[in-house]
């Protein structure tokens, strides 16, 4: 057989290409020697073709080229397929990694792939190759013996070739080509390789030799075979074979010439490439070279069984018979597998088929299937059947599901991969079990395969349609209306909206049946729906079009012949109408092009359809009309009056101006104009004319009732009958001579004025004359008319005065109703001012009001003793609203978030340290990275799931567990509100622990400060710690003088300024040093460096890494030394210019910036200094503050400058940090800053920065006045306005968070420690002790767990306690004055709330109206809604009932109750009666005061939470992005260690063992590296012995570490391992000569650059 390469290369000679033995001759013996390795390189390409070629033969597949088939080998895949070639059901194909070899193209190889050389070593195992033959896995993956594995590929073809299940491998000496290139390549491999190469030839004699059989007469008896067969006699070879010892089985006597024939030309061509190979020199002729071995005759014996058998079988898939089909296969010398009876018939289709396959490939021959060929038809036909079975049980549980009637039965076994159906969709099972219980119940029988196929295939697309049409999209709609398996017939794309809109009306009409979805029949229906109306509105369309075209026509009956056209749908078409019709479309068409000023305008339907239906209604009209006309024609011939009047008046006719009381007259009018017109023409046909309504003319005949819209031409008017114009004008005349007398009899009042008009003319004239005669007369008239009003009024007066004097009170009475109307004008008046000036007005009132509000404001403010008639408008703001509910309830769950965010990235953080150490370690190789990875999966799990949560356990609804909960909420009450446990257990605690009991359990106990209460808690706990602590009350302090607060490092001082840096205060330092930090990190030209000494090296080192030469200079100097240099003492003024500069910044802002110091920070500064001075009462001022600020700026400040990337000052990247030069900067402004606040100053060593001391001495003395500022700051009591009654009054019960595994922890500390925290054994603190018991296990506390769960990650799950005291003073005991006070104001707030009064003593004496108790009533109602509401929302919002209880009481009651209360209050001297109780009221007024600040403080949390919680995402996402970052780094770590064995390392193997390559190294003598400048000296050795030493610089297994050997004159002196990581660390710090062998100075920067050229190639 042959492939591309023997093709490429062409047949080579029966010889090898490397010349004779007579060439060889003379050659020298180098030359021979070199002939004989590429004579032995050949030989294996050799073998590495016929291995090539026979793994592609039984693997059906191709190899890479010869010379890369080694290579190709190392992934195993190729082995593996012929594993799986040997022993399929050991080595099935889905088993072999990467089967099709993409990652190993793209990646290389993985440790994985060492699996698939695993599986062929197996199939070797299993097939029963001796041990002898098999490679080590190593050999393969590793490269590391590669010829062994290809001896073992010949030793297993010539074993299978025996079993008869394998072609034998073909020899190729001689008979192919290498190029040049190949054998030398081929050679340095072997060499490489360093092995002897195996004895190819001698595989037969070692098979042979490993049967357990007498070798002797098995070696003679094969000799015997071979002998027989080169004398060609049948029955001699057929004896020799049949021989026993010779151990051949499988022999048919009738097959006897077949063995002769293959078995001679067998042993002819082993001779020949036997004769070909000794040629070769180095030949070593065995006897085996030329005779066939046991394992090959018996090969060949199996060949020729095959092939009979093969024939046989071809014979009987001629004839078609499976049950002699079944014989046939079953044949021993086919030795096929998993033949199966009940499968004939399927063998004899698959055979029959692959038969015909063979033959039409081969041209029309018939061509035998071969082994190979009948065992996958074999194969593949036991699948058929298997997979025919299966689907015969998925039809028959399909079928059952369908009779069951359950829907999701049906939906599982359909979806069974088995039924070997296409996918269903499982939101349409009802779909499914509908139709196909329909298609069941038709066919009265079970459904088979292919109608449930067809049915899945049909229903899964009618269900994608379904789908479709809730989405809401015609295109996608339409999309699967096509799919071909859905089978809807003539879906247009036009019509896309439409199906939609169809599909929508259909669903929603089913969605009221079980089965919601529509089915094909329903969608078909409605397809065929929207086209049928579709195609009807197109020929609508095409008829309008004609009807429009027949009106431009202008004939009537063609215009009638389009309307009546069914594809119209026009309605109430009479053909009679035809001509009314064409003259009304004609007109409207018109109509419409004047409108449209479009002549090309078309008349649509709805146009057409209502011109249709008006010429209809005019014909209508037209006939009552010409019917009533007739009518009046015989009335008049009948001359009945009454019912002519009826017709006349009939609204059909529509006749005007008709009378009643005219109809006589119109009788005889009408009768008249009858006769006069009869005599004018015909009479007697009964046909007139009329004009309807819109004036068109109307003929009628009265005899036959027949109507036309135009006159026919065999019509003759009928002069004997009237028209209805005639009558029209016969009545309008009557009716307007009747009308005229009607008008003279209603106008007769306009006839009277008009003779008074005329009579008054002529008075007027009369009385012009008289006027005239008057005037000439004029002063006699009026000397007459004087006298005569003189004597009348005279008289009047005097009888005026007469009635006055009569009647003088009815005057009076007058007067006074007469002043009260004016009054009442101007107060209207006033009115109507206002309303017209109504906007002025009320903001004249609001401003009033305003003012008033605001002065009661101030009252209640600021007034020392406010009236109680101010305090009674503003004490509604004590209740709690819906508002003061909800914001409760959403601050509580803020709170919850904030805890658990801070304590997971805590933990994170923690993991995150850890993972640094870790990868740390791995860089030096002191832990494995097996441990990276495994807290790599740990930091996965934190970011994957950051909460646990318990559900058992101690949370579990059961009496037990209920008290313990209680008892645990109880006694964390206690440690929460009396600061003295913890403050004693602090220092109880060994100091290696008390950071971390902080964080695990004091800040969890006070919610890391979450509100105002637990700040305020917290702080009463650093107080009490710090006083006892710096006064010497605890035996454990460490603070005997002043300075001890700065060396000794207190443990309370370290945790006060921990929480405040790290919890409470961090965004204010954030605020504070953020843009100061990023300032000096953004400026690239800021380096500051004062180290003369650094300097000096930096200088030095930069020269001589620049230049690659030696200085010159000396590598050690002092600060001295180093100063003398021109250049050193420039660089220092340039750094000390930028440090001031830098310094001077951050000075400024910092000491403008007190109020971003947190309150906490200042208070705690406050009670240091006050216990300073308390302890040391002699001390200055100036030394107390120095201690005050180094808490403040040193401690607190000062670490967050020098490293801001660990406080959060900044933000970084995981895999970005701060450089070396950013730092320097930034720990030197920092440095001046501490001496600044310490008032140090620079000297000694450090003289050269004496220029900064004058500078730190003014900037000391602002810190002193900034240190003296921040101690002023008011008690926590004022500031958060909290006293010890405040749990009393809250809202809301203190809840915390905190974890199983911290419970326990402080529970074993508090037993632990007890004593010591309570010497007395009747302290509160036993009690509850006792009641909790032995610290329980933390199994009880999670209650049932499960045992794969992670016990460890599961004590870390948080739970929820409300605290609560154990020892409240119960409801009704009035023994406490505290107390007391506290539910009297409660009382008294709701008694002036409902009754008003000057002061407290006259409310209480005034009784109380039924109004006033009806209103305290309703208030308590209102009160009771809202805690309702507020305990019904998930949230622990309860109110204290021992407080509330007396607030329900009756109003007079309560009044009864506050006046005992007041009077134990006088006695108690907390108020006094004599202003009147003035104490209790301004109590009130500060509750309200504070409840006002509270609300405000709430809202201002509420948005400070919410920022903390910003905060701490971000900075989870920096956590996360740093988990990500590890990640990847350990991911590389992972690909560095598969490609591992690819480079020039240490190779890793995965068996054991390792194997060392060649290293690389360099000599150098001493002399020369002294020449270089890289040797200094050497002690007690002088310079002209130094090229007797010898120095040998070689790589090692590990990256980075060198071997240095010594030698002196070839004799080994010493070695050391020389690490270049210590190098750059030393040149790091400024170290520029080293010590090797504790004798050799070296230049470390010019060995760095020694062996960065020679081993780095920079």
Same mark, same amino acid.
């Given at each position: 057989m042959e492939d591309e390469d023997q093709v490429d290369r062409g047949v080579g000679h029966n010889r090898a290409a490397y010349g004779t033995i007579e060439d060889n001759a003379r050659l020298s013996a180098e030359e021979m020697d070199e002939k004989r390795k590429e004579n032995i390189a050949y030989e294996y390409l050799c073998h590495l073709e016929e291995a090539k070629v026979w793994i592609e033969a039984c693997i059906n597949d191709h190899l890479p080229m010869t010379t890369e088939i080694?290579?190709?080998?190392?992934?195993?895949?190729?082995?593996?397929?012929?594993?799986?070639?040997?022993?399929?059901?050991?080595?099935?194909?889905?088993?072999?990694?990467?089967?099709?070899?993409?990652?190993?193209?793209?990646?290389?190889?993985?440790?994985?792939?060492?699996?698939?050389?695993?599986?062929?070593?197996?199939?070797?195992?299993?097939?029963?190759?001796?041990?002898?033959?098999?490679?080590?896995?190593?050999?393969?993956?590793?490269?590391?013996?590669?010829?062994?594995?290809?001896?073992?590929?010949?030793?297993?073809?010539?074993?299978m070739f025996k079993l008869g299940l394998a072609p034998q491998i073909e020899d190729l000496y001689g008979k192919i080509k290498f190029t040049d290139e190949e054998i030398s390549a081929m050679r340095k491999e072997l060499e490489k390789y360093g092995i002897q190469m195996p004895a190819f030839s001698k595989i037969g004699g070692i098979l042979a030799n490993e049967m357990p059989v007498d070798e002797a007469a098995l070696h003679a008896a094969v000799i015997a075979i071979n002998d027989a067969i080169d004398r060609q006699v049948i029955p001699d070879t057929l004896g020799a074979i049949q021989n026993p010892a010779a151990h051949l089985v499988n022999i048919a006597p009738d097959y006897a010439a077949g063995y002769q024939d293959i078995l001679h030309s067998a042993k002819y061509t082993k001779a020949e490439n036997a004769r070909n190979k000794s040629i070769d020199p180095d030949y070593e002729p065995d006897v085996y070279d030329e005779l066939l071995t046991q394992a090959e005759i018996q090969g060949n014996i199996n060949k020729v069984n095959t092939s009979r058998a093969l024939e046989k079988l071809d014979e009987v898939l001629q004839k078609q018979d499976a049950s002699l089909l079944l014989q046939a296969l079953k044949n021993p010398h086919l030795n096929l597998r998993d033949v199966q009876p009940d499968n004939a018939e399927f063998y004899l289709v698959r055979l029959m088929k692959d038969r015909d396959v063979k033959k039409n490939n081969n041209n029309g021959e018939a061509v035998m299937l071969d082994k190979d060929e009948v065992q996958t038809a074999v194969s593949e036909s036991n699948k058929e059947a298997d997979t025919e079975y299966q689907k015969i049980l998925a039809v028959q549980a399909i079928n059952a599901a369908v009779s069951s009637g359950d829907a999701q039965q049906l939906l599982a076994a359909l979806v069974n991969p088995k039924a070997q159906l296409p996918p269903v969709e499982e939101y349409a099972a009802n779909l499914y079990m509908e139709e196909f219980a329909n298609i069941k119940e038709e066919k009265q029988a079970d459904l088979d395969y292919e109608e449930i196929l067809g049915g899945v295939r049909v229903l899964s697309a009618i269900a994608k349609i379904n789908l479709a049409v809730e989405t809401g999209d015609p295109v996608g709609t339409f999309n699967t209306l096509l799919d071909?398996?859905?089978?809807?017939?003539?879906?247009?794309?036009?019509?896309?909206?439409?199906?939609?809109?169809?599909?929508?009306?259909?669903?929603?009409?089913?969605?009221?049946?079980?089965?919601?979805?529509?089915?094909?029949?329903?969608?078909?229906?409605?397809?065929?729906?929207?086209?049928?109306?579709?195609?009807?509105?197109?020929?609508?369309?095409?008829?309008?079009?004609?009807?429009?075209?027949?009106?431009?026509?202008?004939?009537?009956?063609?215009?009638?012949?389009?309307?009546?056209?069914?594809?119209?749908?026009?309605?109430?078409?009479?053909?009679?109408?035809?001509?009314?019709?064409?003259?009304?479309?004609?007109?409207?068409?018109?109509?419409k092009a004047q409108k449209t000023d479009d002549d090309s305008a078309q008349l649509w339907v709805d146009e057409i359809q209502a011109t249709v239906n008006t010429a209809n209604r005019h014909a209508e009209e037209g006939n009552k009309m010409s019917v009533v006309v007739a009518a009046v024609n015989i009335a008049v011939d009948d001359a009945d009056t009454q019912n002519l009047l009826n017709l006349l008046t009939n609204p059909d006719v529509a006749l005007c101006s008709v009378t009643p009381e005219c109809g006589s007259i119109y009788l005889v009018q009408l009768q008249e104009a009858k006769n006069d017109k009869t005599g004018a023409g015909d009479t007697g046909s009964g046909w007139m004319m009329n004009k309807a309504k819109e004036g068109h003319k109307f003929y009628f005949n009265i005899n036959t009732m027949e109507y036309a819209w135009e006159r026919p031409e065999t019509v003759v008017k009928d002069h004997s009958l009237l028209t209805r114009e005639e009558i029209q004008k016969v009545v309008t005349a009557v009716t307007a001579e009747h009308d005229r007398e009607l008008l003279f009899k209603s106008n007769e009042p306009i006839i009277v004025k008009l003779q008074a008009r005329i009579r008054g003319y002529q008075a007027r004239e009369a009385f012009n004359n008289r006027m005239n005669f008057m005037k000439t007369q004029l002063p006699a008239i009026v000397q007459i008319q004087a006298w005569y009003r003189g004597q009348r009024?005279?008289?009047?007066?005097?009888?005026?005065?007469?009635?006055?004097?009569?009647?003088?009170?009815?005057?009076?009475?007058?007067?006074?109703?007469?002043?009260?109307?004016?009054?009442?004008?101007?107060?209207?008046?006033?009115?109507?001012?206002?309303?017209?000036?109504?906007?002025?007005?009320?903001?004249?009132?609001?401003?009033?009001?305003?003012n008033m509000a605001r002065h009661d404001y101030m009252q209640l403010m600021h007034a020392e003793n406010p009236p109680i008639s101010v305090v009674r408008k503003f004490v509604h703001l004590l209740d709690q609203s819906d508002i003061d509910y909800t914001e409760e309830i959403d601050l509580q769950k803020l709170r919850q978030q904030v805890v658990t965010e801070i304590r997971s990235n805590q933990q994170l953080e923690l993991d995150l340290d850890q993972m640094d150490i870790k990868i740390g370690l791995l860089v030096k190789n002191r832990?494995?990275?097996?441990?990276?990875?495994?807290?790599?999966?740990?930091?996965?799990?934190?970011?994957?799931?950051?909460?646990?949560?318990?559900?058992?356990?101690?949370?579990?609804?059961?009496?037990?567990?209920?008290e313990r909960l209680e008892a645990y909420q109880h006694l964390f009450y206690l440690l929460q509100t009396n600061p003295r446990y913890l403050a004693k257990l602090i220092f109880e605690m060994p100091q290696s622990r008390t950071t971390k009991f902080m964080e695990s359990v004091i800040l969890t106990l006070y919610n890391y400060a979450s509100n105002q209460r637990e700040e305020y808690l917290l702080l009463k706990l650093f107080k009490t710690a710090l006083e006892e602590e710096i006064s010497h009350v605890l035996k454990h302090s460490k603070v005997d003088k002043m300075s001890d607060i700065v060396t000794g490092n207190p443990m309370v001082v370290k945790m006060i300024v921990g929480f405040n840096r790290n919890a409470r205060g961090q965004g204010s330092l954030r605020e504070l040093l953020n843009p100061l930090v990023k300032a000096v990190l953004e400026d690239k030209n800021l380096a500051i460096n004062t180290n003369p000494i650094e300097v000096y090296k930096a200088w030095v080192n930069q020269m001589e890494t620049q230049s690659g030469k030696a200085s010159g200079l000396p590598y050690d100097a002092t600060n001295e030394q180093a100063l003398e240099h021109e250049e050193v003492r420039q660089r220092i003024d340039q750094s000390v210019q930028a440090l001031r500069k830098a310094t001077d910044l951050f000075l400024k802002h910092i000491l403008g910036a007190l109020d971003k110091i947190p309150y906490g920070m200042r208070y705690m500064a406050k009670v240091m200094r006050d216990a300073l001075k308390k302890k040391f009462p002699d001390a200055p001022e100036k030394d107390v503050l120095k201690i005050v600020g180094n808490l403040i700026y040193y401690r607190y400040i000062n670490s967050a400058i020098v490293a801001p990337d660990a406080f959060d000052i900044i933000d970084v990247t995981a895999n970005k940090g701060l450089t070396t030069d950013q730092r320097r900067n930034l720990g030197s402004v920092a440095k001046i800053l501490q001496f600044a606040a310490s008032n140090k100053g620079f000297g000694g060593d450090s003289a050269h920065l004496a220029s900064m001391n004058s500078y730190i001495r003014e900037a000391h003395e602002k810190f002193k006045k900034y240190f003296k500022e921040a101690c002023d700051v008011e008690e926590p009591d004022v500031v958060f306005n909290i006293d010890q009654y405040t749990d009393v009054t809250m809202v809301t019960k203190p809840v915390i968070f905190i974890s199983i595994r911290e419970i326990v922890d402080t529970h074993q500390l508090l037993l632990d420690h007890q004593d010591a925290l309570a010497p007395d054994h009747s302290d509160l603190l036993h009690e509850l002790l006792e009641d909790l018991g032995d610290t329980p296990d933390s199994d009880i506390l999670l209650g049932d767990v499960d045992e794969t769960s992670n016990k460890t990650q599961l004590e870390k799950s948080e739970i929820t306690l409300t605290l609560s005291n154990k020892y409240e003073v119960p409801e009704g005991d009035q023994t406490d004055i505290n107390n007391m006070v506290i539910r009297t104001k409660r009382m008294v707030v709701d008694v002036i709330r409902c009754q008003p009064?000057?002061?407290?003593?006259?409310?209480?004496?005034?009784?109380?109206?039924?109004?006033?108790?009806?209103?305290?009533?309703?208030?308590?109602?209102?009160?009771?809604?809202?805690?309702?509401?507020?305990?019904?929302?998930?949230?622990?919002?309860?109110?204290?009932?021992?407080?509330?209880?007396?607030?329900?009481?009756?109003?007079?009651?309560?009044?009864?109750? +506050? *006046?005992?209360? &007041?009077?134990? $209050?006088?006695?108690? #001297?907390?108020?006094? =009666? !004599?202003?009147?109780?003035?104490?209790?009221?301004?109590?009130?007024?500060?509750?309200?005061?504070?409840?006002?600040?509270?609300?405000?403080?709430?809202?201002?949390?509420?948005?400070?939470?919410?920022?903390?919680?910003?905060?701490?995402?971000?900075?989870?996402?920096?956590?996360?992005?740093?988990?990500?970052?590890?990640?990847?780094? +350990? *991911?590389?770590? &992972?690909?560095? $260690?598969?490609?591992? #064995?690819?480079?020039? =390392? !240490?190779?890793?193997?995965?068996?054991?063992?390792?194997?060392?390559?060649k290293q690389v190294s360099i000599k150098y003598s001493a002399s020369k590296l002294h020449e270089k400048g890289v040797v200094l000296e050497i002690e007690d050795l002088p310079m002209n012995q130094f090229k007797n030493v010898l120095f040998e610089i070689a790589t090692t297994e590990d990256a980075g570490v060198f071997d240095v050997n010594a030698k002196f004159m070839g004799v080994q002196m010493e070695k050391v391992d020389l690490i270049f990581q210590d190098l750059l660390q030393l040149q790091y710090e400024g170290v520029a000569v080293m010590k090797m062998f504790n004798r050799a100075k070296v230049n470390v920067n010019l060995l760095i650059f020694l062996l960065n050229k020679k081993f780095y190639g920079k």
């Open positions: 080694e290579e190709g080998l190392r992934n195993g895949v190729y082995l593996a397929k012929l594993g799986h070639f040997m022993k399929p059901e050991l080595v099935p194909l889905k088993r072999i990694y990467d089967r099709d070899q993409e990652r190993y193209n793209v990646r290389g190889l993985h440790f994985r792939h060492t699996d698939n050389i695993n599986h062929w070593v197996n199939a070797l195992e299993h097939m029963g190759l001796p041990q002898i033959f098999y490679p080590e896995t190593t050999d393969i993956y590793d490269r590391k013996n590669m010829p062994r594995v290809i001896y073992c590929i010949h030793a297993l073809s010539l074993y071909r398996n859905a089978h809807i017939q003539n879906p247009d794309e036009s019509n896309q909206k439409k199906y939609q809109d169809a599909l929508v009306t259909a669903k929603v009409a089913k969605a009221e049946y079980e089965n919601e979805l529509l089915t094909h029949f329903e969608i078909q229906e409605t397809v065929d729906m929207v086209n049928s109306q579709v195609h009807e509105e197109h020929e609508r369309i095409v008829a309008i079009g004609l009807i429009n075209e027949a009106v431009d026509r202008g004939v009537p009956q063609g215009t009638l012949e389009a309307l009546q056209m069914a594809t119209a749908k026009l309605k109430d078409i009479e053909p009679k109408q035809a001509v009314h019709y064409q003259n009304l479309l004609a007109a409207e068409k018109q109509k009024q005279h008289k009047k007066y005097r009888q005026r005065l007469g009635e006055l004097k009569e009647n003088e009170d009815s005057a009076i009475k007058i007067q006074a109703q007469v002043r009260m109307y004016l009054a009442r004008q101007k107060y209207k008046e006033r009115q109507k001012y206002y309303k017209a000036n109504e906007p002025q007005i009320v903001k004249i009132q609001a401003a009033w009001r305003s832990i494995t990275l097996q441990d990276v990875i495994t807290h790599d999966r740990k930091l996965k799990n934190y970011k994957e799931n950051t909460r646990g949560s318990v559900n058992k356990g101690l949370k579990a609804l059961s009496k037990e567990s209920r009064g000057e002061n407290l003593t006259q409310i209480l004496n005034t009784p109380a109206t039924d109004e006033q108790e009806e209103e305290h009533a309703a208030l308590v109602k209102k009160r009771d809604k809202v805690d309702k509401r507020a305990t019904d929302k998930e949230a622990n919002l309860v109110r204290q009932q021992s407080v509330m209880s007396e607030t329900r009481l009756a109003l007079s009651t309560m009044k009864t109750k +506050v *006046k005992k209360n &007041l009077h134990a $209050l006088v006695l108690a #001297g907390v108020v006094s =009666h !004599k202003d009147h109780y003035q104490a209790i009221v301004n109590m009130i007024v500060q509750d309200i005061r504070n409840q006002r600040r509270y609300r405000q403080r709430r809202k201002q949390e509420m948005i400070r939470i919410r920022d903390t919680l910003q905060s701490l995402s971000t900075k989870r996402a920096f956590f996360e992005e740093q988990i990500d970052y590890y990640n990847r780094y +350990v *991911k590389t770590c &992972l690909d560095n $260690l598969r490609t591992k #064995g690819k480079k020039t =390392h !240490k190779r890793f193997s995965f068996f054991g063992k390792d194997t060392d390559i």
